[in-house]
């Protein structure tokens, strides 16, 4: 078999690749006595993508595509490829597909769905107020964990706790120094979600856009 290197963007901390892997990645942050406990988070790099940022200090694992539009939201995805999936779908000219009626078809017995080559993990939203960025994040809570990174020094503020208690979003306040863990969030999606054509096709946009960021090789290798 074609040996295939994906341009793995991988933290060195335990992650949240599955469901057991993400609740050891939550153990290994020290519960605080209060909700804005002021956990701090120790990162080397200073100028990265917020995103990268948080999802580097809380040892997440995956493939991060930062600042991609999903239904008109401007957010990150940190995402798990399936290696074997996508050489797959290389070898037989398999490209993502992101034209949603194509995807919506795949319910049909007639038309199979390709095998999936990329699962959400985490949804990443930042904004101008925390109000806008609450709102980005929270809308993806039947995909995956979900997450708003402040880029401020001072706590979030009370309503903003309230939101994420509510919502179930990751608060974290992202500086040149760390992150800074405001709120513990929900791991994973809500529980009540169930896979659909939509899931699928968010799947295929973040697949297409890892491609083109060259996070993950457009052919086999060798």
């Known amino acids: 078999m074609t ?10 901390r335990l992650g949240c690749g599955t469901g057991r892997q993400h609740e050891r990645g939550k153990r290994a942050l020290p519960m605080s006595s209060e909700r804005r406990g ?6 080397e790099a200073a100028d990265r ?13 995956g493939v991060l595509a930062s600042n991609i539009t999903l239904f008109g939201k401007q957010v990150s995805v940190l995402a798990l490829v399936d290696g074997e999936a996508h ?13 949603r009626t194509s995807v919506a078809l795949w319910e049909w017995p007639e038309l199979p769905a390709p095998p999936a080559v990329v699962s959400l993990s ?18 993806f809570a039947g995909f995956a964990s979900t997450v708003l990174v402040l880029q401020q ?16 979003v990751w608060v974290l306040r992202s500086r040149c120094s760390g992150a800074i863990v405001d709120h513990r ?14 899931t699928r096709w968010t799947e295929e946009l973040v ?3 890892l491609l083109e960021d060259g996070l993950i090789e457009p052919a086999p290798a060798g």
């Open 207 to 209: 697949y297409a856009r």
């Open 38 to 43: 002021g956990l701090l988070l120790s990162t």
């Open 122 to 139: 985490a949804v990443i939203a930042t904004g101008s107020s925390w109000q806008s960025g609450m709102k980005a994040a929270s809308g």
């Open 87 to 99: 050489a797959l779908r290389l070898r037989r000219g398999m490209s993502p597909v992101t034209d």
């Open 153 to 168: 020094d001072e706590a979030a503020p009370q309503a903003c706790l309230t939101a994420a208690e509510r919502y179930g």
């Open 3 to 12: 040996s295939l290197t994906l341009l793995h963007y991988r933290v060195t």
């Open 49 to 61: 993508h917020p995103a990268r940022t948080v999802i580097d200090d809380l040892g997440w694992d």
């Open 185 to 198: 969030g929900r791991v994973g999606p809500v529980a009540s979600s169930r896979p659909t054509t939509v």
